[in-house]
């Protein structure tokens, strides 16, 4: 793992902040370079990305004298660079950052494209700012010692990038999950994030082309907060990913009977998630709230407006959907069903 930008900071201007299940991890433990810096230790969870910890983060700075010279590391997954990134691109009207993601989900996701933020009031990312790391560092090994359910959280998110490729959603249906061969992940990775850098380069600031990575996530996102609106704290079913292939379902059931797009990529994703992820633990009880949690859903450009990405076919986004409530009940009903 290269880490040859760091001889353009003072030593004196570098901090990290790092994720403190990984404090006796081998890879942390081999970044030597960056165990005499000041570290801050987060214990992560959803709940880690409020404006309090935002505040800890500034006073870790300041209590450094980290100057608009300085640079902040980011070691973790995608919690902890999603708030990382947010608190340095604030202090002192920004200072430089690097990623370095340690889960699949923030390799893929969370750790480029410049999106940072915390949730606010229950809702998702609802807070934040576009600012692009300096450098985000990808090294593999991380991987290996990942637990299954978070290697399925992130190839959640891969799967929502393979359905805006022709070319990459079958190689990723064809990927053995049960057996993870690091090297042929390796090179999906770089994939999903050479089709992400094509759709962000062109649209920075998420006002066109760049809405179509939010597919999945109307749903998604509103399967995930109704777990925060509810005190319930994640777990397998609900790490982030889990609600995005939730979400994906969702909104291809949207995509065929809405746009007519071809029914085989619905029936391979909902195959593939009754066998790997299982069906979302929501009660009847919970319609409600989420359609209501849907409605606040920050992409939305109208109070009260329900907006979705759909798909006309595998690699033909279409953004700005504007679905009914009784079409998001439709989709409900679909999923739940399952």
Request: proline fraction near 4%; charged fraction near 20%.
């Amino acid at each position: 793992m290269s880490l040859e930008v760091l001889h353009q900071y003072e030593k004196s201007q570098i901090c990290v902040l790092a994720d403190k299940s990984l404090i006796r991890h081998p890879q942390w433990l081999a970044l030597e370079a960056l165990h005499e810096q000041p570290v801050l230790w987060l214990d992560v969870n959803e709940q880690t990305k409020s404006l309090e910890t935002v505040t800890q983060i500034w006073d870790f700075l300041f209590a450094n004298g980290i100057t608009r010279r300085g640079l902040l590391i980011c070691i973790g997954g995608g919690v902890l660079t999603d708030i990382g990134g947010f608190a340095a691109a604030t202090y002192k009207r920004g200072i430089d950052y690097i990623n370095i993601p340690t889960t699949l989900l923030a390799m893929i996701d969370a750790s480029s494209g410049g999106k940072t933020g915390i949730n606010y009031h229950g809702l998702k990312n609802s807070i934040g700012v576009f600012a692009d790391p300096v450098q985000t560092i990808l090294c593999p090994e991380w991987l290996t010692t990942l637990p299954v359910q978070q290697i399925l959280s992130g190839f959640g998110e891969m799967l929502k990038t393979g359905l805006l490729d022709e070319t990459l959603f079958p190689e990723l249906m064809q990927y053995d999950l049960d057996h993870m061969d690091i090297n042929a992940m390796t090179t999906l990775i770089h994939q999903c994030l050479d089709k992400k850098r094509t759709i962000v380069a062109a649209d920075p600031r998420e006002e066109g082309l760049r809405k179509a990575l939010n597919l999945g996530h109307t749903f998604g996102h509103a399967l995930e907060e109704i777990q925060m609106v509810n005190g319930q704290s994640s777990n397998g079913k609900w790490l982030h990913g889990y609600a995005v292939v939730y979400g994906l379902i969702a909104e291809l059931y949207l995509s065929v009977t809405k746009l007519g797009c071809p029914r085989e990529p619905l029936q391979q994703l909902t195959q593939m998630m009754l066998h790997y992820y299982g069906k979302p633990q929501c009660k009847c009880s919970d319609r409600e709230q989420l359609i209501a949690l849907m409605q606040q859903d920050k992409k939305n450009e109208r109070t009260a407006q329900i907006n979705c990405t759909l798909i006309r076919a595998v690699g033909s986004p279409v953004i700005n959907q504007v679905i009914t409530m009784d079409e998001a009940n439709e989709a409900f009903d679909y999923l739940f069903s399952l």
